[in-house]
């Protein structure tokens, strides 16, 4: 399936919830006029934050007005198609081929067209989230900005981010011998293969 053209008037947001306090945590979505919340985690639930699991989440955000929609099915870092796992571990990239993910950009860009969409994952920093790494990595010719809200309630860039992301592996940006996209694609397969979910390994029986 072919992605909508670029929609670059677009913007796009990103936050992770952390261990926020429901109070704290709708702050930060009203301070930057959140109208929906996209849920990307695989599994919406919380151990430790019980007030992210998702009933108590979408009830939460109903009160309110806030939009809650579920797109861990489509754009969560665990996969149920057995071809986006090499070695028994999620490949990004190969994520980023799949339908269904691509049906999960749609819906993001369709979403934002109409009010400021927030996609949330559970880790405080973007650089350790495949929010980050898989989802805005692959959404951003289709937005013309993408931000992610920090937990100081600043908005921190994309560009802001890839430079972090850049120093971790210490490549230099402005290396005018490689594309910029094909570092960027570099850096990020990088990343993902250092934070993407991996399969237990089985256990032989008897």
């Not at 955000?61 to 099915?73: D, P, Q």
């Not at 969409?117 to 993408?146: G, K, Q, S, W, Y």
């Amino acid at each position: 399936m072919a992605l909508s053209s670029p929609a670059t008037s677009l913007t796009l947001f990103t936050i992770g919830h952390s261990t926020h306090p429901w109070e704290r945590f709708l702050e930060l979505l009203k301070m930057h006029g959140i109208g929906a919340l996209a849920d990307v985690r695989s599994s919406p639930y919380s151990r430790f934050n019980p007030q992210y699991n998702r009933e108590s989440l979408q009830q939460a955000l109903r009160a309110e007005g806030i939009y809650y929609v579920f797109l861990g099915r489509e754009l969560g870092a665990r996969r149920d198609e057995s071809q986006c796992y090499v070695g028994g571990k999620v490949s990004y990239p190969l994520v980023a081929q799949m339908p269904l993910f691509r049906q999960g950009l749609e819906r993001l860009i369709a979403g934002s067209a109409k009010m400021r969409v927030a996609i949330m994952c559970a880790e405080r920093d973007p650089i350790d989230c495949h929010r980050n790494v898989l989802v805005a990595h692959h959404a951003r010719t289709h937005f013309a900005e993408i931000l992610h809200i920090r937990e100081d309630g600043r908005l921190e860039s994309q560009e802001s981010v890839d430079r972090r992301v850049f120093g971790l592996y210490r490549v230099d940006p402005t290396d005018m011998f490689r594309p910029r996209g094909e570092m960027l694609d570099d850096v990020y397969r990088r990343r993902g293969e250092e934070i993407a979910f991996e399969e237990a390994p089985h256990t032989a029986a008897g």
